[in-house]
């Protein structure tokens, strides 16, 4: 079965409009700090949203505390000398996948998955480990950005904390926790790995999309 598209209604970035893919919203609201922007299953809703505004639409999501003015002084830009890491889980565990990109070009440098019975704290952690090998291997300088603070917790404990219990099904993706978690207690790194300020810059480079 083909897989449905999403529609994506930007009502504040670089380029306002209604767009088709993930990618093409990225490019639009990418850098733009307070960036909103939605995903809607068809066009018909998309185009009701974007005639409107993202006041009505954010309240039937979680709300969250909004940050000052001086807050957002406080954090500053997002570090572009870096890359962002990100996964995402098609339910609790379900079929999970992980990808670093450029932050501020959104390219993709590595991507891992889909794996079959997984967790999103599984991807993210991986996907940390994952931006630290490649750093390292590259002798880059660049930081890493990560929207999980249980991920980055995990990192700093040498340790994959998951309460998912090793299966048939997930075995591949076991095994590659192992590696990860090997690859931490073997190896040194100067790299940074800092949180990712959605409240103030949006959602992560390297997301899915798939809110």
């Known amino acids: 079965m083909a897989k449905k598209n999403k529609f994506y209604v930007v009502w504040k970035g670089k380029r306002p409009g209604i767009y088709e893919s993930w990618d093409d919203c990225k490019a639009a609201i990418s850098g733009a700090k307070g960036a909103q922007y939605m995903s809607f299953p068809n066009f018909e809703m998309a185009k009701k949203a974007y005639d409107s505004n993202y006041d009505a639409y954010k309240g039937k999501k979680k709300k969250s505390p909004q940050l000052s003015s001086q807050d957002l002084i ?62 390292k291997q590259r002798n880059s300088d660049r930081i890493i950005y ?20 090793e ?20 190896n040194s790194y100067n790299t940074p790995i800092v949180k990712w300020e959605t409240k103030a810059w949006g959602e992560i480079p390297a997301d899915f999309g798939r809110k």
């Open 74 to 135: 406080k954090i500053g830009e997002p570090n572009y000398h870096s890359i962002a890491v990100d996964a995402a889980s098609s339910g609790n565990p379900g079929i999970m996948e992980y990808q670093g990109v450029d932050t501020k070009t959104g390219k993709r440098l590595f991507k891992q998955g889909p794996f079959p019975e997984g967790t999103n704290n599984i991807g993210e952690f991986l996907a940390i480990v994952h931006g630290l090998a490649y750093l």
């Open 146 to 165: 990560s929207d999980s603070r249980i991920a980055i917790s995990w990192v700093r404990k040498k340790s994959c904390n998951t309460r998912l219990s």
């Open 167 to 186: 299966n048939n099904k997930n075995n591949p993706l076991f095994d590659l926790i192992r590696r990860a978690v090997e690859w931490l207690k073997n």
